[in-house]
């Protein structure tokens, strides 16, 4: 299936500008934009459930975390485009366990997307068990990121498109 994928995603990249993909890659900066990027989400995404759990909370909390998880959620688009665009260039296990990766964390923004949606309809408990179940999915996610950077070194300058030299 990972072969499937990355040819599928290595058409795609071949009709974006190069300098597009040089942006993703993280070229500009010397290094992948990716692990930058993962912060605002996941961290937006953490804060957002102690915002909903927190004992006492009341309509301001409830409104911080939804603006919050908004937020948060948008910034994981430009994550999301920089995961794939790196592991578009991986091989062998690698390329395994970060289409696992890229799926959890994939599943978690489209059910806090469905969070969001459901708390603006007023559906706050679906809201929160939406947002709930994808922060386990991104902590998940974020375990085999782990993996992916220490395990399989993927992200210190194997996953540009051309050596820095």
């Known amino acids: 299936m990972a072969d499937t994928v990355q040819k599928v995603l290595k058409a795609a990249e071949g009709v974006l500008p190069a300098r597009v993909l040089e942006t ?19 961290g ?19 409104h911080a975390a939804d603006i919050v998880l908004t937020l948060s959620t948008l910034g994981a688009v430009p994550t999301i485009a920089t995961g794939w665009a ?6 062998g296990q690698a390329r395994r366990t970060g289409l696992i990766h890229g799926a959890l964390n994939e599943a978690a923004f489209f059910l806090n997307a469905g969070s969001v949606v459901a708390r603006r309809r007023g559906r706050r408990r679906l809201g929160k068990v ?36």
């Open 86 to 91: 790196d592991w578009s260039n991986t091989r």
């Open 130 to 165: 939406l947002s709930g179940g994808a922060l386990g999915l991104a902590l998940a996610g974020g375990f085999l990121g782990g993996q992916l950077v220490y395990g399989h070194g993927i992200g210190v300058g194997q996953t540009l498109t051309r050596p820095q030299g």
């Open 44 to 62: 937006g995404w953490m804060l957002a459930g102690l915002l909903d759990f927190m004992p006492g909370g009341d309509e301001r909390t409830e």
């Open 24 to 42: 993703l890659h993280g070229e500009f900066l010397g290094h992948p934009l990716h692990p930058i990027l993962i912060h605002l989400p996941l």
